[in-house]
């Protein structure tokens, strides 16, 4: 089983920046998938980004061209740097592991509250 701990959440008011850290224990971080997803009241949890064992990196359309997901195998950590943040970005965000048995572990989320 993965171990992760979310942090770097808070309240930042739009057009601010955060950024999330995920660190991991508990398997060999290399070998996994590392994902953001957030889940905002009263909707479905969606995929913010996604950075692959094989180094591909994916994101929602949604957060283009603002967020950058990362990734630190020395220090089993996982990124997600936040900019030009908006009242829509508000959610819970949850980082994710994907190992190669095709399991999955999660985080306990961490809150972001973007005020206009």
């Known amino acids: 089983q993965v171990k992760l701990v979310e942090s770097g959440g808070g309240l930042v008011q739009a057009g601010g920046s955060l950024r999330l850290s995920c660190a991991a224990s508990g398997s060999i971080f290399s070998t996994n998938t590392m994902g953001w997803y957030r889940q905002a009241p009263g909707k479905s949890r969606e995929l913010v980004a996604m950075n692959t064992r094989g180094g591909s990196i994916n994101y929602a359309d949604s957060v283009k061209g603002r967020f950058t997901i990362s990734r630190d195998n020395n220090k089993n950590t996982v990124y997600l740097q936040m900019n030009s943040l908006k009242p829509e970005d508000t959610a819970v965000y949850y980082c994710?592991?994907?190992?190669?048995?095709?399991?999955?572990?999660w985080g306990q989320g961490t809150q972001v509250t973007v005020s206009s």
């Open positions: 994710a592991a994907f190992r190669l048995s095709g399991s999955s572990d």
